[in-house]
């Protein structure tokens, strides 16, 4: 018989905001490490991760896990393979915001303009070109 934990709601997520920080702060110094590095590092780093969440969250045998395509898993395994892909991703890829404007393609900006306009809006657009 498991031990029942019993926790309020509101411990539950205090906590969780905790932990989340704590292992912001904590793996800051992994994501440094993972921008300035190579591929081979990178890919190298995030199956360790992946593997090393996989045992910590319970899993007997990662690596037949890692080994297995998406739709060889099980439900129950790709969903602990997505959060670990998922936790690496937020504390240690961190990818960057963009704004949008700087890095935006101004073709696709525009043809998506096209698209939302109306058939009298792109008459009028056609004949000012």
């Given amino acids: 018989m498991s031990k029942q934990i019993k926790l309020s709601f509101a411990t539950f997520a205090h906590d969780l905001g905790a932990?989340?920080?704590i292992t912001l702060d904590?793996?800051?110094i992994w994501h440094t490490e993972y921008v300035t590095a190579d591929?081979?590092?990178r890919k190298a780093?995030?199956?360790e991760?992946?593997?090393n969440f996989l045992t910590g969250y319970g899993c007997k045998n990662?690596?037949?896990i890692m080994g297995q395509s998406r739709d060889e898993r099980t439900a129950d395994d790709q969903k602990v393979y997505d959060a670990a892909r998922a936790k690496f991703t937020y504390h240690v890829v961190r990818p960057e915001k963009s704004s949008g404007s700087a890095k935006a393609d101004p073709v696709a900006k525009a043809l998506a303009?096209?698209?939302s306009m109306t058939p009298a809006q792109k008459k009028r657009f056609l004949a000012a070109l």
């Fill in 26 to 28: 904590a793996s800051l």
């Fill in 49 to 51: 991760f992946i593997r």
């Fill in 62 to 64: 990662p690596e037949a």
């Fill in 19 to 21: 932990h989340t920080r």
């Fill in 39 to 41: 591929e081979v590092t």
């Fill in 45 to 47: 780093r995030r199956e």
């Fill in 113 to 115: 303009l096209v698209e």
